[in-house]
Nanobody, 126 residues
C-alpha cells in the first residue's frame, strides 16, 4: 500500500528553522515527483515546493524562495523540506504529495498529484 508520512513539524519562533520529512512506504520514491503543500486555517491548500523524479529539478512558490529548500534522499526513500527564516505567515498544516512521472520538471499545482500524506502542523509564533 502506497503511503506518505510527514514528520518534523512543531512550534518555532519567528526567524527559526524546521526540517520536514516525507517518508514513503509501499513504493520507491525515486520514480516519483514529490510536492510540498500547505494549508492555513480558512485558506485553500497552496503549493510550496516540488522536486522532479529526473535530475531533481526544483520549483518554489515566490513566498518561500530563498528560505525553503527541498531535497530528496532516494536511499532513505525520503524527501525533505528545510525551512529557514520562518515567519508567522508560514503557519499551516504541511502536506507532501506524490505523482509517478519521469520528467525533469515539476509543478506546485495540487491537481498534479495523486497521493497525499496526512500532514504535519507547523506553527510560527513568539
Amino acid at each position: 500500500q502506497l503511503q506518505l508520512v510527514e514528520s518534523g513539524g512543531g512550534l518555532v519562533q519567528p526567524g527559526g528553522s524546521l526540517r520536514l520529512s516525507c517518508a514513503a512506504s509501499g513504493f520507491t520514491l525515486n520514480s516519483y515527483t514529490i510536492g510540498w503543500f500547505r494549508q492555513a486555517p480558512g485558506k485553500e491548500r497552496e503549493g510550496v515546493s516540488c522536486i522532479s523524479s529526473i535530475r531533481a529539478i526544483t520549483n518554489y512558490a515566490d513566498s518561500v524562495k530563498g528560505r525553503f529548500t527541498i531535497s530528496r534522499d532516494n536511499a532513505k526513500n525520503t524527501v525533505y523540506l528545510q525551512m529557514n527564516s520562518l515567519k508567522p505567515e508560514d503557519t499551516a498544516v504541511y502536506y507532501c504529495a506524490a505523482i509517478s512521472t519521469f520528467q525533469a520538471m515539476c509543478s506546485i499545482n495540487r491537481t498534479w498529484y495523486a497521493y497525499w500524506g496526512q500532514g504535519t502542523q507547523v506553527a510560527v509564533s513568539s
